[in-house]
């Protein structure tokens, strides 16, 4: 079953604005792991956040994650055309072998 | 560094007829995934392998088989291909779990007539 449910499942906006997606899923983590997929293409991973970490930076990349909420933030700040791409949240569980559990995604579209 | 290589990028199966995605990586990881991409369901889980000679079931395993020999190898076997198995089939590869960004191939497209 999806773990992560990314919240808007879409969102447009223009050249230069920032773009947030919201993340939650049901069950302890290790870490949360964020995805950016742009059409056709394979999955690329942008930014990984541990279950005792609350904020990380990584350029125009700004994740938060709460898990008292069990939720997750990204923030891409200025956002370019070339930004636009679908952008997955995946956990990686707390216990015996981990694996990804990915959610539905968030198609972002930045306009120029 | 190649990364991690799927074979073939497309193909098209009759019902019935088996085959094998290929999947290869050159960065010495253990841990390696399959999944399945359908629209609007996100990727899942088929199978995985934390090391060369051990493997397990994911989310969605029936009609998949897998195989680890090698470190560098994991093969996706369709043995009796069903039009439920028309999707995006992605590889993934990580150095181990815990903590590791995952490296993913490029997908193969695989049309189930």
């Known amino acids: 079953s999806q773990q992560g449910e990314e919240d808007p499942q879409a969102l447009s906006i223009q050249e230069g604005e920032n773009a947030t997606m919201n993340c939650s899923y049901k069950t302890s983590i290790n870490n949360l792991q964020w995805y950016r997929q742009n059409s056709g293409r394979g999955l690329v991973h942008l930014i990984l956040?541990?279950?005792?970490?609350r904020e990380k930076h990584s350029g125009r990349l700004r994740v938060t994650l709460d898990t008292s909420k069990k939720s997750s933030s990204l923030l891409i700040t200025a956002s370019r055309a070339a930004d636009t791409a679908s952008y997955f949240c995946?956990?990686?569980?707390?216990?015996?072998?981990?694996?990804?559990?990915f959610g539905k995604g968030t198609m972002l579209l930045v306009s120029p | 560094n190649a990364g991690v290589t799927q074979t073939p990028k497309f193909q098209v199966l009759k019902t019935g007829q088996s085959m094998t995605l290929q999947c290869a990586q050159d960065m010495n990881h253990e841990y390696m995934s399959w999944y399945r991409q359908d629209p609007g369901m996100g990727l899942r889980l088929i199978h995985y392998?934390?090391?060369?000679?051990?493997?397990d079931q994911g989310e969605v395993p029936n009609g998949y088989n897998v195989s680890r020999s090698t470190t560098e190898d994991f093969p996706l076997r369709l043995l009796s291909a069903a039009p439920s198995q028309t999707s995006v089939y992605f590889c993934a590869s990580s150095p181990q779990g815990g903590g590791y960004g995952y490296t993913f191939g490029s997908g193969t497209r695989l049309t189930v007539v």
């Open positions: 995946a956990t990686e569980g707390d216990s015996g072998y981990s694996t990804l559990t």
């Open positions: 392998s934390v090391g060369a000679g051990i493997t």
């Open positions: 956040i541990r279950s005792n970490e």
